[in-house]
């Protein structure tokens, strides 16, 4: 099994639709979750972190499944500016800052 | 802050040549990381510091690959000799130790003919 595993889409989504993206991890002591958003010929860029609770940041969503060791993003309303690929970002541990990104999700908002 | 500093934006190379990319992480971020970005791997972690030492280097390909950290403000990324696989976006990030911040560098396309 793939450390951090996501669906690479393309998911083609119409202009204020609702959108959700899972990921699993494959590491049950993984302690931090983080989405990333990366636009074409752009670097990574933080989105959210995800915690235990879950947690949301306006039109999105993010939520963690330690059971299941799969995270969740959904967003809401969605714009034309939010077509970017989004990975899906997993710390293995307190002491060790060192993080796997999924391959990520590919977004194309329509008009 | 300038953020995360990279050089050069773009790299083409002749096959063998040595190629050195070069990072300037963010004042006061204690963990320095290199990744490599291809369409058919995606984000590979290559190495990673932790206050200018190599902790996890288990991601360089191959003794071709070689990096270093002087001190807190500065790293190389050196290929030596460079072949056309080695083609890919390398990007240098830095975060505060056990933080949240990983914050990327614009990255180096490479291209290596």
């Known amino acids: 099994r793939k450390e951090v595993e996501q669906d690479p889409g393309p998911f083609n989504v119409p202009e204020g639709a609702t959108v959700a993206f899972n990921c699993t991890y494959s590491n049950s002591a993984s302690q931090s979750f983080f989405w990333y958003r990366q636009d074409c010929r752009k670097e990574p860029k933080l989105l959210m972190s995800v915690y235990s609770s879950g947690n949301e940041d306006g039109r999105f969503t993010a939520q963690l499944n330690r059971a299941s060791q799969y995270i969740s993003l959904l967003i809401r309303d969605s714009k034309l500016s939010d077509s970017a690929t989004y990975l899906c970002?997993?710390?293995?541990?307190?002491?060790?800052?060192?993080?796997?990104f999924g391959k990520g999700t590919r977004l194309h908002i329509l008009p | 802050d300038a953020g995360v500093i990279q050089s050069p934006r773009h790299e083409v190379t002749e096959m063998g040549q040595e190629v050195t990319l070069r990072c300037k992480p963010i004042s006061g971020h204690n963990s320095l990381f290199w990744y490599r970005q291809t369409m058919m791997r995606g984000l590979e972690l290559l190495i990673y510091?932790?206050?200018?030492?190599?902790?996890?280097d288990s991601g360089m390909p191959e003794d071709r690959f070689s990096a270093k950290m002087p001190n807190a403000s500065f790293s190389t990324l050196k290929i030596q000799p460079s072949e056309p696989r080695d083609s890919a976006v390398y990007f240098c990030a830095s975060s505060p130790r056990g933080g949240a911040g990983y914050t990327f560098g614009s990255g180096t396309r490479l291209t290596v003919v």
């Open positions: 970002v997993v710390n293995f541990g307190w002491r060790d800052d060192k993080i796997i």
């Open positions: 510091f932790n206050n200018n030492v190599p902790i996890d």
